[in-house]
């Protein structure tokens, strides 16, 4: 089916969309001629044929034994980004003149805080940690947060994208607060207490492929008591009653969630991400840490993110010549988000350690001869 001559591709440290492994985009290739021999590519089948309902069942299968999620938990394909969960997360569960805790620990949570206020105007949206304060250089320590007795729930983002820091452990809500978590940029990176959560959602475009489309893994019981009347597209429960389809759902994002949850368990599963994750991060943070201050983090040594990782060089223009002379030596999507600066690789599951040992070496290189 493939060509025999290898395609052209270059390193993507992007932070979203991001890079694919070629497996599966070459399995994707396939499939959008002929699926599994039906003759019909996965872009014309219908959403209601035995086709697709094996497909389903297998994606949600996969998705459950690879992120050993337990049975009480219901998972759900939602069309729309994570974006769309800051809106339907409050719909779902903040009653009128209730209060829910939302922890600000970057770009992310803030315009989650805003989209929930948006969401329940009635309600109070408590920010118990203000990131912003310090330059979102850290999650909260302990004791540096204070959470709301009888919030509805605490929000929080547990892999902040854009400075690169992360909660090593999940930050303790006032007893018998649900925890509500934002895994989009680390989903599967490595293990999840499901003990300690009632909702985990990601937007598919960093570790499960296709962007406008969330994974979203719920507690049935909380999915199962809405706050308020809604439409049926805006309510988790009734996701789950129709089975991610009350309407045609996103059949190739579906599809391809399914293929990268597959090769996750192939690859070894999630503890074997964290571990080739840690080397990955290890290897660029062992760089910035021995550069003598020419490199230096943005985030604190505490809670940096083995996943995105972020640094500044000692200029804004020397930032702009390394993210320049990284593009042209195929080192691609390393400018920092707006909202940070400086430089941030973006190295998900599906980034092999190559990648990192040529941005290590390109970085070696930068600093003999430019420090
Ligand atoms: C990328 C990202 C989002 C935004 O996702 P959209 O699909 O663009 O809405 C939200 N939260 C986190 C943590 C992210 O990394």
Known sequence: MSTTQSPHRIWNFSAGPSTIPLAVLTQLREDLIDLDGTGVGILEHSHRGATYDRLLA????SCRALGEIPEEFEILFVSGGATNQFSLIPLNFLADGATADYPDTE???AKAIIEARDAVPSATIAVPFAGKEFGYDHVPEAG??????????LHYCSNNTVHGTRFHNPPKAAPGVP???????EIFGR???WSKHALVYAAAQKHL????????????????????????MFLYGAHAKYESRINTPPTFAIHTAGLMFRWMIQQGGVREFERRNDAKAALIYGIIDGSGGFYRGISRLACRSPINVSFRLPTEVLDQKFIGEAARAELDGL???????GIRASMYNAMPHEGAEALASFMRDFIRRNG
Do not use: Q
């Open 179 to 185: 925890l509500v978590c934002d895994a989009s940029s």
């Open 209 to 232: 492929g296709v962007a406008a489309m969330s994974l979203v893994i719920a507690r049935r019981e909380m999915i199962n008591k809405p706050v308020r009347h809604l439409p049926s």
């Open 191 to 193: 293990p999840m207490d």
């Open 144 to 153: 540096e947060m204070t959470p709301t007795p009888g919030a509805a729930y």
């Open 58 to 61: 297998e994606a949600g299968r």
């Open 335 to 341: 400018a920092g988000h707006r909202d940070a600066g």
């Open 107 to 109: 770009v992310w949570s």
